[in-house]
C-alpha cells in the first residue's frame, strides 16, 4: 500500500542550527503539508503546498520556515535557525485530488521527532 | 474561530465493552469531519469521514461516528473494544476546498484493560 515516508525519524539538534526534514509523499499526490505536534499537545497545522507554491500557511510558519519540493519527489520542511520551542513531532502528509474535488483524505507518515538542545 | 473539543483527555475501558470518544467542534457552516487515529511510534491514520448524506457514516476497524448537527458533535463510537485499539485518536475538522487545512482536536487517550 503506498505509504507517506519521512527521514530522519529522529533529529537532534543544537539551538540556532539549521534543519531539514524530509517527506516523500504519495506518487499521484498534488497536495502537501506539514504539521507539527509538541509533546502533549494539539496537532498544528503548518503549511500546504500545491504545484509548487504555498497554499496556505499558519501563522506558526513564520520566515524561519520555509517549504520545497526540490526534485519532483521529495517535499521537505526546513527550519533556518531552530528555537527549543521548534521542539516537536513534524508530520508530513498528502492529498491526492479528482478533478477539483477535494477528498478529505490526509495520508500522514510516521513523523520526525526534533529536539532541539 | 473554528474549533474542536475532545473533552476526555485520557479514557480506560475493559477489553470487549463498547466505547464512545466523544468530539465537539465550533464552525459557521457544515465542515467536514474526521477521526484519526495514533498508535504510539506510528503516523495519523484516518478512521473515517463525514462530508454529507447519512450521518452514521462507518469507518475502519469496527468503528463508526455520528453527526449530530444540532449538537456540533461527531462522537466515534465502537461496540467491542479490542487491546489493540489502545492508542490515541483526534477528531478533526477540515475547512473544505481546495486547502486541506485540518483543524485537530487536543487528543483523547484510550487504553484498554484486559
Known amino acids: 500500500e503506498p505509504e507517506v515516508t519521512q527521514t530522519p525519524s529522529h533529529q537532534v539538534t543544537q539551538m540556532g542550527q539549521e534543519v531539514i526534514l524530509r517527506c516523500v509523499p504519495i506518487s499521484n499526490h498534488l497536495y502537501f503539508y506539514w504539521y507539527r505536534q509538541i509533546l502533549g499537545q494539539k496537532v498544528e497545522f503548518l503549511v500546504s503546498?500545491?504545484?509548487?507554491?504555498?497554499?496556505?500557511k499558519s501563522e506558526i510558519f513564520d520566515d524561519q520556515f520555509s517549504v520545497e519540493r526540490p526534485d519532483g519527489s521529495n517535499f521537505t520542511l526546513k527550519i533556518r535557525s531552530t528555537k527549543l520551542e521548534d521542539s516537536a513531532m513534524y508530520f508530513c502528509?498528502?492529498?491526492?485530488?479528482?478533478?477539483?474535488?477535494?477528498?478529505?483524505?490526509?495520508?500522514f507518515g510516521e513523523g520526525s521527532r526534533l529536539t532541539v538542545l | 474561530a473554528q474549533s474542536v473539543t475532545q473533552p476526555d483527555i485520557h479514557i480506560t475501558v475493559s477489553e470487549g465493552a463498547s466505547l464512545e470518544l466523544r468530539c465537539n467542534y465550533s464552525?459557521?457552516?457544515?465542515?467536514?469531519l474526521f477521526w484519526y487515529v495514533q498508535s504510539p511510534g506510528q503516523g495519523l491514520q484516518l478512521l473515517l469521514k463525514?462530508?454529507?448524506?447519512?450521518?452514521l457514516v462507518q469507518g475502519i476497524k469496527g468503528f463508526e461516528a455520528e453527526f449530530k448537527r444540532s449538537q456540533s458533535s461527531f462522537n466515534l463510537r465502537k461496540p467491542s473494544v479490542h487491546w489493540s485499539d489502545a492508542a490515541e485518536y483526534f477528531c478533526a475538522v477540515g475547512l473544505g476546498g481546495s486547502q486541506g487545512n485540518l483543524i485537530f482536536g487536543k487528543g483523547t487517550k484510550l487504553s484498554v484493560k484486559p
Open positions: 503546498f500545491y504545484n509548487n507554491e504555498i497554499s496556505e
Open positions: 463525514y462530508f454529507s448524506g447519512d450521518t
Open positions: 464552525y459557521g457552516a457544515t465542515p467536514y
Open positions: 502528509a498528502s492529498s491526492e485530488t479528482s478533478g477539483n474535488t477535494y477528498t478529505g483524505e490526509l495520508f
